[in-house]
């Protein structure tokens, strides 16, 4: 019952790049700039958690918190779509909740984990798109710097807890610095968030637009993956090869 099971991105290449895909017991963080493909890989996830898998994976249910307001119900459909699944029972399988400020993100939190200890086994995903949009509006400056990164660490100790507890696949996307440096194009995107952040993501991958529509996913830090990237595209069928 608690083995680890993985989730599909939408795209082989990008599997194989994972081992397989969004593994459970674990934190997968994805970083990029806008337009990269976090959310719409946020949204496939979501469709392909539902869906039967390797070593006896069934499929479950997804929570979804948005705090960019970019969740899309049609976006879901077309991909329900692509993968030849009912989509009414797509978005019923979908919990859904909009954190509107970062204290609000940390309680809803709470009540998932909640949620999940009255409901064991339902729920494999859950989804944090952006984990730290909020931090940067509600702790904004140097001076309120430790105090973000105090309750970002809270935040995700308790995403920990959730992934591991209920045998959870949690999926975080996260933004990129934007100073001067980072404009040139040969200098490679950083990830915000610090060493919180940084320790506390088992697995981060870097996405990024290159030319003719195309993405690039590039592992930026795990413990077992190889230090490779792959191409992927974005469809209305959500993220493909
Ligand atoms: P931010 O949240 O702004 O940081 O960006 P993001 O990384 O979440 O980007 P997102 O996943 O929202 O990607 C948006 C991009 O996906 C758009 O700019 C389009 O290039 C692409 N896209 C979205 N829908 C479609 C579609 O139906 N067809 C195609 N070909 N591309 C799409
Ligand atoms: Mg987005």
Not at 121 to 128: D, N, P, S, T
Request: hydrophobic share 35%; aromatic share 8%; charged share 20%.
């Amino acid at each position: 019952r608690n083995q680890i099971f993985k989730l599909s991105t939408g795209s082989t290449d990008f599997d194989k790049l994972l081992e397989g895909g969004i593994e459970s017991m674990a934190i997968t963080e994805v970083f990029g700039e806008s337009g990269s493909g976090k959310t719409q890989l946020s949204h496939t996830l979501c469709v392909t958690a539902q869906m039967p898998g390797p070593n006896g994976y069934n499929g479950g249910k997804v929570i979804f918190i948005d705090t960019e307001h970019t969740f899309r119900t049609d976006r879901l459909r077309s991909i329900a779509d692509r993968f030849n699944l009912d989509r009414n029972g797509v978005l019923e399988n979908i919990l859904y909740a909009r954190a509107y400020t970062s204290d609000h993100q940390y309680q809803l939190l709470k009540n998932v984990g909640e949620m999940l200890h009255r409901e064991a086994g339902v729920f494999k995903l859950l989804i944090v798109d952006s984990i730290i949009s909020h931090f940067r509006v509600d702790y904004y400056g140097r001076k309120e710097m430790a105090h973000r990164q105090h309750r970002l660490g809270q935040l995700m100790a308790r995403l920990h807890k959730i992934s591991e507890e209920y045998n959870i696949a949690v999926f975080i996307t996260n933004q990129i610095m934007s100073d001067l440096n980072n404009l040139e194009q040969s200098d490679p995107q950083r990830p915000v968030g610090g060493n919180i952040l940084a320790h506390a993501s088992t697995t981060r991958i870097s996405l990024r637009k290159v030319l003719n529509g195309k993405r690039i996913a590039k592992v930026y830090a795990s413990p077992n993956l190889a230090d490779s990237e792959v191409a992927f595209t974005i469809t209305s069928g959500g993220i493909d090869n």
